[in-house]
């Protein structure tokens, strides 16, 4: 089970860290990342982390969200600042790598401008 939190709503040029804790151990997957799925659109893949310290980012994001995770808790974090409107979305973390977990109720980021 993974259960996101963290979300809210935050003005423009605000900063948010979400956390999703997972009910099982995540240190044996190749990775976690973090999923959103803005209103009307399909869900896509924001920030992963791969356990040898590889990261990625979409473009939009890329200087301002650092995904980071501690495998000992099985907790997985995004650091969002300098957050944009088109940031809004329901954040969902999961696998990165492999079948994915049955999705969580995911945390709702609003972004005012």
């Known amino acids: 089970q993974l259960q996101a939190s963290g979300g809210g709503l935050v003005q423009a040029g605000g900063s948010l860290r979400l956390s999703c804790a997972a009910s099982?151990?995540?240190?044996?997957?190749?990775?976690m990342g973090w999923y959103r799925q803005a209103p009307g659109k399909q869900r896509e893949l924001v920030a992963s982390?791969?356990?040898?310290?590889?990261?990625t980012y979409i473009n939009s994001v890329k200087g301002r969200f650092t995904i980071s995770t501690d495998n000992a808790k099985n907790v997985v974090l995004l650091q969002m600042n300098n957050l944009k409107p088109d940031d809004i979305g329901v954040y969902y973390c999961?696998?990165?790598?492999?079948?994915?977990?049955?999705w969580g109720q995911g945390t709702l980021v609003t972004v005012s401008s």
């Open positions: 999961n696998r990165a790598y492999g079948s994915f977990w049955p």
């Open positions: 099982g151990s995540i240190s044996g997957l190749n990775g």
């Open positions: 982390m791969r356990w040898d310290g590889y990261k």
